[in-house]
DNA sequence: GGGGGAAGGACCA
DNA sequence: TTCCTGGTCCTTCCCCC
């Protein structure tokens, strides 16, 4: 395999970046090169060595590319990179602030020194925490044979054989970390804890504060049992108190001697603190020590960064102070390896030696050429370092930015296996978010596989999502689009991670409008009921959406996920009524849907016939009784077709589902958006069927809506009960097969027409009247179709071109702009499935003739008014509107819309235009990384079933 | 060209 | 035989407007 990498420059056969990193307080002096010489032995030939190998080949070429650059440099960009770095210079000179008194303190091995704290045993023994496969930490004795953190404990083993190695305990560590941290909070109450064992404080107002105190406050009692303290010492005018003695029975034998105590009228022992920094600290590191019988080391500096380079000068269990003046720092920072700043890893000292830097000093000197060669971020860091600035404000209340689980197993192939921890791990960082309170838009999928390649494959939502459900949803899909992507192989891995980014702001937080829970809540809702979503209020409590602000786009779809690498979000021009994706568009349909429903039924002039395809009244086929939890049997169709709603949560689900065997799971949700009820409901009310379905259970819920509306609408099942049972659980290629009857061409390739949605179109008021015959036309229909990303969304026929295709019996087909023409020749409820147009497509292109060229002006679905305007958009806008009146009327809810203001003014109808939400580009292939290579940028462009939509307009 | 998403990677404890 | 976990930030590529 990867041979090249042991003939770079990292050496014949050896690998520095899996050399022993000794940059850790207890492991001078050691032999490096014996050490290194057992971690190769051990490692080599393992998949891992074999990875770090492709890995270092990868650096090694960046430094190269990066030395060619520096050889293309003239002198003439290094003077002007020089005045650049000058002229900045002088400006953080400027704002430099020495006024902070910064203290990074680290508890000494934490994790090992709580373990032989409590079992004493370990005291005198090399031990490290952590497993075989890898260590947490390890102590001071381990240190001294190579053995440290991150570090696999079979090596370690190998470097030690006498090591003991304690399994983690993380209960416990947090336990103690909670004690430290009360100690912490008297000194600065805001500090900034950055794990379990280390943390940031500003104890500049303690110090302000502290000046005033009487001894009294600065007197703290020894325990009988220890007799830690501390002395000051003074090294070339850089006062360095360094704790000594005792404090740390367990781990450091070595102490010097103390300080005499004072003692108290009781006879106690007793330690006199002073008032400056220095004292403030020791005293503070004092209180862990008596509090936890553990020493921590601190830093003191005027910013972070060197706060954090002090607190490991005189580890373990020391502290160090940087005097806040300008010259102290400069001297203290000119010899620092660059590799002792946080931030600076082995790739960056690598990058930098390739040029000759290896201290702080050189970084300064280097600048113009660093400006030159980095990325202004990094160079400007670097800039910040070689003048020893650092933060001088600690960020107290930093927002999350995202939150993850992952986990590492033996190697895994089975789908079975992978389906189910994948919902694991959804499952459990549902709880961490829901712990915190969190949702968010984005969830990424990480996998590495046995050869310890990683890869990451996100998906970012229009809505923020949380649950269990939801996460696994979308991070089932991205797993499937891998398992595809390595198919006929099974896809082994070793590590998987979930992780959900892009939280929602507060903004976002604030309720949605119009949700439809709180429409279908029942009546008496007890109002007391604390809303699990905040969303989830009554339609009544909201106002109607302002004309011209868009609502989210709709979720992507599951299947167009799988089928394309390069899907793209479409978000019709019917801006804000696309539905299915996100619980509020969801509800949007699902309002509109009524509201069609009535308006329909108002115009009927005939009673729709039993069967009839309008009839939501009537139901066809063979119905069947759900007996809920509470034993109310309800009404529901016995029929699988699934409406486009629940379309989504098919394709969603069918493929894990059906290969994880989790029956729960098919019901979960009809979206990767949810909507949930709020707690306290005891039953929902359907809209389609208006009865009541006595459970508070959405999976319930929405399965009973699913039936409903397949049975209202498709009137005719070929479906068994089995299918029934098991939920509308069937692959993507199975109803493809099935609704085309394999008809479709094989053009290039209907690979990517996706097939989106068996849809039930007058379960949204289409229109579908084929009494008057085979062929029939509707003008006047709303058609239900799916965008790429399988936003559902209602459209008046024709202004969005979209591709249909009908099973087993009918056909449909785009007849003209405005018109669905209708063919059946053996049963007038023909089934509609759609065909993605896919692809970005600019709401523009393909435009629909213009209204001179269709003939008649624009009919409104809903009021049934013609609209003096041939401007799509904002015959858009009025249709939405319109509905939107429609539903809250309906509700019985809020004043009316005036719809004058449906058509909108040039600049509303700019708002209307405003860009659209970009599809993630979904499984592209990347630099690296195992995908397949992307589309070409036409293809991308025109998305995969133009070719099938072209037909259609040719 | 700028903005922003996706993917990968560096880095940290 | 065996090389973690959870988080942040940055870079690069790419697409869209």
Same mark, same amino acid.
């Given at each position: 395999?990867?041979?090249?990498?042991?003939?770079?420059?990292?050496?014949?056969?050896?690998?520095?970046?899996?050399?022993?990193?000794?940059?850790?307080?207890?492991?001078?002096?050691?032999?490096?090169?014996?050490?290194?010489?057992?971690?190769?032995?051990?490692?080599?030939?393992?998949?891992?060595?074999? =990875?770090?190998?492709?890995?270092?080949?990868?650096?090694?070429?960046?430094?190269?590319?990066?030395?060619?650059?520096?050889?293309?440099?003239?002198?003439?960009?290094?003077?002007?990179?020089?005045?650049?770095?000058?002229?900045?210079?002088?400006?953080?000179?400027?704002?430099?602030?020495?006024?902070?008194?910064?203290?990074?303190?680290?508890?000494?091995?934490?994790?090992?020194?709580?373990?032989?704290?409590?079992?004493?045993?370990?005291?005198?023994?090399?031990?490290?925490?952590?497993?075989?496969?890898?260590?947490?930490? !390890?102590?001071?004795?381990?240190?001294?044979?190579?053995?440290?953190?991150?570090?696999?404990?079979?090596?370690?083993?190998? $470097?030690?054989? %006498?090591?003991?190695?304690?399994?983690?305990?993380?209960?416990?560590? /947090?336990?103690?970390?909670?004690?430290?941290?009360?100690?912490?909070?008297?000194?600065?109450?805001?500090?900034?804890?950055?794990?379990?064992?280390?943390?940031?404080?500003?104890?500049?107002?303690?110090?302000?504060?502290?000046?005033?105190?009487?001894?009294? $406050?600065?007197?703290?009692?020894?325990?009988?049992?220890?007799?830690?303290?501390?002395?000051?010492?003074?090294?070339?005018?850089?006062?360095?108190?360094?704790?000594?003695?005792?404090?740390?029975?367990?781990?450091?034998?070595?102490?010097?001697?103390?300080?005499?105590?004072?003692?108290?009228?009781?006879?106690?022992?007793?330690?006199?603190?002073?008032?400056?920094?220095?004292?403030?600290?020791?005293?503070?590191?004092? /209180?862990?020590?008596?509090?936890?019988?553990?020493?921590?080391?601190?830093?003191?500096?005027?910013?972070?960064?060197?706060?954090?380079?002090?607190?490991?000068?005189?580890?373990?269990?020391?502290?160090?102070?940087?005097?806040?003046?300008?010259?102290?720092?400069?001297?203290?920072?000119?010899?620092?390896?660059?590799?002792?700043?946080?931030?600076?890893?082995?790739?960056?000292?690598?990058?930098?030696?390739?040029?000759?830097?290896?201290?702080?000093?050189?970084?300064?000197?280097?600048?113009?050429?660093?400006?030159?060669?980095? +990325?202004?971020?990094?160079?400007?860091?670097?800039?910040?370092?070689?003048?020893? $600035?650092?933060?001088?404000?600690?960020?107290?209340?930093?927002?999350?930015?995202?939150?993850?689980?992952?986990?590492?197993?033996?190697?895994?192939?089975?789908?079975?296996?992978?389906?189910?921890?994948?919902?694991?791990?959804?499952?459990?960082?549902?709880?961490?978010?829901?712990?915190?309170?969190?949702?968010?838009?984005?969830?990424?999928?990480?996998?590495? =596989?046995?050869?310890?390649?990683?890869?990451?494959?996100?998906?970012?939502?229009?809505?923020?999502?949380?649950?269990?459900?939801?996460?696994?949803?979308?991070?089932?899909?991205?797993?499937?689009?891998?398992?595809?992507?390595?198919?006929?192989?099974?896809?082994? *891995?070793?590590?998987?991670?979930?992780?959900? !980014? +892009?939280?929602?702001?507060?903004?976002?937080?604030?309720?949605?409008?119009?949700?439809?829970?709180?429409?279908?809540?029942?009546?008496?809702?007890?109002?007391?009921?604390?809303?699990?979503?905040? +969303?989830?209020?009554?339609?009544?409590?909201?106002?109607?959406?302002?004309?011209?602000?868009?609502?989210?786009?709709?979720?992507?779809?599951?299947?167009?996920?799988?089928?394309?690498?390069?899907?793209?979000?479409?978000?019709?021009?019917?801006?804000?009524?696309?539905?299915?994706?996100?619980?509020?568009?969801?509800?949007?349909?699902?309002?509109?849907?009524?509201?069609?429903?009535?308006?329909?039924?108002?115009?009927?002039?005939?009673?729709?016939?039993?069967?009839?395809?309008?009839?939501?009244?009537?139901?066809?086929?063979?119905?069947?009784?759900?007996?809920?939890?509470?034993?109310?049997?309800?009404?529901?169709?016995? =029929?699988?077709?699934?409406?486009?709603?629940?379309?989504?949560?098919?394709?969603?689900?069918?493929?894990?589902?059906?290969?994880?065997?989790?029956? !729960?799971?098919?019901?979960?949700?009809?979206?990767?958006?949810?909507?949930?009820?709020?707690?306290?409901?005891?039953?929902?009310?359907?809209?389609?069927?208006?009865?009541?379905?006595?459970?508070?259970?959405?999976?319930?819920? =929405?399965?009973?809506?699913?039936?409903?509306?397949?049975?209202?609408?498709?009137?005719?099942?070929?479906?068994?009960?089995?299918?029934?049972?098991?939920?509308?659980?069937?692959?993507?290629?199975?109803?493809?097969?099935?609704?085309?009857?394999?008809?479709?061409?094989?053009?290039?390739?209907?690979?990517?027409?996706?097939? *989106?949605?068996?849809?039930?179109?007058?379960?949204?008021?289409?229109? *579908?009247?084929?009494?008057?015959?085979?062929?029939?036309?509707?003008?006047?229909? $709303?058609?239900?179709?799916? #965008?790429?990303?399988?936003?559902?969304?209602?459209?008046?026929?024709?202004?969005?071109?979209?591709?249909? %295709?009908?099973?087993?019996?009918?056909?449909?087909?785009?007849?003209?702009? %405005?018109?669905?023409?209708? !063919?059946?020749?053996?049963?007038?409820?023909?089934?509609?499935?759609?065909?993605?147009?896919?692809?970005?497509?600019?709401?523009? #292109?393909?435009?629909?003739?213009?209204?001179?060229? /269709?003939?008649?002006?624009?009919?409104?679905?809903?009021?049934?008014?013609?609209?003096?305007?041939?401007?799509?958009?904002?015959?858009?806008?009025?249709?939405?509107?319109?509905?939107?009146?429609?539903?809250?009327?309906?509700?019985?809810?809020?004043?009316?819309?005036?719809?004058?203001?449906?058509?909108?003014?040039?600049?509303?109808?700019?708002?209307?235009?405003?860009?659209?939400?970009?599809?993630?580009?979904?499984?592209? +292939?990347?630099?690296?990384?195992?995908?397949?290579?992307?589309?070409?940028?036409?293809?991308?462009?025109?998305?995969?079933?133009?070719?099938?939509?072209?037909?259609?307009?040719?």
């Amino acid at each position: 395999m990867a041979t090249g990498g042991t003939s770079s420059s990292s050496g014949e056969g050896f690998l520095s970046r899996m050399a022993l990193n000794d940059n850790k307080a207890g492991m001078e002096g050691l032999n490096r090169d014996k050490i290194n010489k057992i971690i190769m032995e051990s490692s080599k030939g393992s998949r891992f060595y074999e =990875n770090e190998l492709k890995k270092e080949q990868q650096v090694n070429q960046r430094i190269e590319r990066m030395m060619l650059q520096k050889a293309h440099i003239t002198e003439q960009q290094l003077s002007k990179a020089q005045a650049q770095v000058e002229k900045m210079t002088s400006d953080l000179e400027r704002g430099r602030d020495l006024s902070r008194v910064i203290v990074h303190v680290d508890m000494d091995a934490f994790y090992a020194a709580v373990e032989t704290r409590d079992c004493p045993d370990l005291m005198d023994k090399p031990m490290a925490v952590g497993s075989m496969s890898m260590l947490s930490t !390890s102590n001071y004795h381990a240190r001294k044979f190579g053995v440290r953190a991150a570090m696999p404990g079979f090596i370690a083993k190998k $470097l030690c054989p %006498n090591l003991v190695i304690v399994p983690t305990n993380f209960d416990k560590y /947090r336990a103690v970390s909670a004690e430290v941290r009360e100690v912490f909070a008297d000194y600065d109450p805001h500090f900034l804890p950055m794990s379990l064992d280390e943390a940031y404080l500003d104890i500049s107002d303690h110090l302000e504060q502290r000046r005033g105190w009487p001894e009294a $406050l600065r007197t703290h009692r020894l325990h009988t049992n220890n007799t830690g303290t501390a002395r000051v010492e003074d090294h070339g005018g850089l006062q360095e108190t360094v704790e000594v003695e005792g404090l740390s029975p367990v781990l450091f034998e070595n102490s010097p001697s103390s300080s005499p105590c004072l003692q108290d009228a009781a006879g106690g022992e007793v330690e006199v603190f002073g008032t400056c920094a220095e004292e403030a600290v020791r005293e503070m590191r004092f /209180r862990i020590e008596q509090k936890t019988s553990l020493t921590a080391s601190a830093g003191i500096a005027p910013n972070m960064m060197l706060a954090k380079v002090c607190s490991d000068k005189n580890k373990p269990n020391g502290q160090y102070r940087l005097p806040s003046n300008r010259q102290a720092v400069i001297d203290f920072i000119q010899d620092l390896p660059v590799r002792k700043i946080s931030g600076i890893g082995k790739v960056t000292e690598k990058m930098l030696g390739a040029l000759g830097i290896t201290s702080c000093s050189h970084l300064g000197q280097e600048m113009a050429l660093l400006a030159l060669l980095f +990325s202004e971020t990094s160079w400007h860091h670097f800039l910040h370092i070689s003048m020893g $600035l650092g933060s001088t404000h600690i960020e107290r209340d930093g927002e999350r930015k995202s939150m993850s689980t992952e986990r590492t197993f033996g190697e895994m192939g089975a789908l079975e296996e992978q389906f189910s921890l994948c919902k694991e791990l959804c499952q459990d960082l549902a709880q961490d978010l829901q712990k915190e309170a969190l949702k968010g838009k984005t969830v990424t999928l990480k996998l590495k =596989n046995v050869n310890f390649e990683v890869k990451t494959r996100a998906w970012t939502l229009p809505c923020a999502v949380a649950t269990t459900e939801e996460l696994f949803a979308v991070a089932k899909d991205l797993l499937k689009t891998e398992i595809d992507n390595v198919s006929p192989q099974p896809l082994r *891995l070793r590590l998987m991670g979930v992780r959900v !980014s +892009s939280f929602a702001s507060a903004d976002d937080k604030k309720p949605l409008q119009k949700s439809i829970v709180g429409f279908l809540h029942k009546k008496q809702t007890d109002s007391s009921s604390t809303s699990q979503i905040s +969303s989830h209020k009554p339609v009544k409590e909201h106002p109607p959406r302002p004309p011209g602000q868009t609502q989210p786009s709709a979720c992507p779809s599951m299947v167009q996920q799988r089928r394309g690498q390069e899907g793209h979000a479409w978000v019709p021009s019917l801006g804000g009524v696309e539905v299915g994706g996100t619980g509020e568009n969801q509800q949007s349909f699902l309002q509109r849907a009524h509201a069609q429903r009535l308006r329909l039924q108002a115009e009927r002039e005939d009673p729709p016939e039993k069967g009839d395809c309008n009839g939501f009244e009537t139901r066809r086929g063979p119905t069947s009784s759900t007996t809920t939890p509470e034993g109310t049997q309800t009404h529901t169709p016995k =029929n699988t077709n699934t409406s486009a709603e629940t379309d989504i949560s098919m394709s969603a689900l069918t493929a894990s589902d059906k290969m994880t065997h989790e029956p !729960s799971a098919h019901a979960s949700t009809s979206s990767y958006c949810s909507t949930e009820p709020e707690s306290g409901t005891d039953s929902l009310t359907c809209p389609v069927c208006f009865r009541e379905v006595n459970t508070t259970e959405l999976t319930v819920f =929405n399965r009973h809506i699913d039936q409903c509306l397949s049975g209202v609408t498709m009137g005719q099942n070929n479906h068994t009960d089995t299918e029934l049972e098991r939920g509308p659980c069937v692959c993507e290629e199975e109803v493809e097969k099935e609704i085309t009857g394999g008809k479709r061409e094989e053009g290039p390739k209907e690979k990517g027409s996706k097939l *989106l949605s068996r849809c039930v179109l007058d379960s949204v008021g289409l229109r *579908l009247d084929s009494s008057a015959g085979d062929h029939t036309e509707s003008t006047t229909g $709303l058609l239900l179709y799916e #965008t790429s990303t399988a936003n559902i969304s209602l459209s008046t026929v024709g202004l969005n071109p979209v591709c249909l %295709n009908t099973c087993p019996n009918g056909d449909v087909s785009i007849h003209r702009a %405005n018109t669905l023409k209708v !063919s059946s020749q053996s049963d007038p409820h023909v089934r509609v499935c759609l065909l993605s147009p896919g692809g970005p497509r600019p709401m523009t #292109t393909p435009k629909p003739e213009s209204r001179d060229h /269709r003939g008649p002006a624009l009919t409104c679905p809903v009021c049934q008014e013609t609209q003096d305007t041939n401007d799509l958009t904002l015959f858009n806008r009025h249709v939405d509107l319109c509905l939107n009146q429609e539903v809250l009327h309906e509700l019985g809810g809020l004043a009316s819309v005036d719809r004058t203001t449906h058509t909108a003014p040039p600049a509303a109808h700019k708002e209307r235009e405003q860009p659209l939400q970009r599809a993630p580009q979904k499984g592209k +292939s990347k630099r690296r990384g195992l995908s397949p290579p992307p589309p070409s940028k036409k293809a991308k462009a025109l998305g995969p079933a133009w070719n099938t939509i072209d037909k259609f307009f040719r």
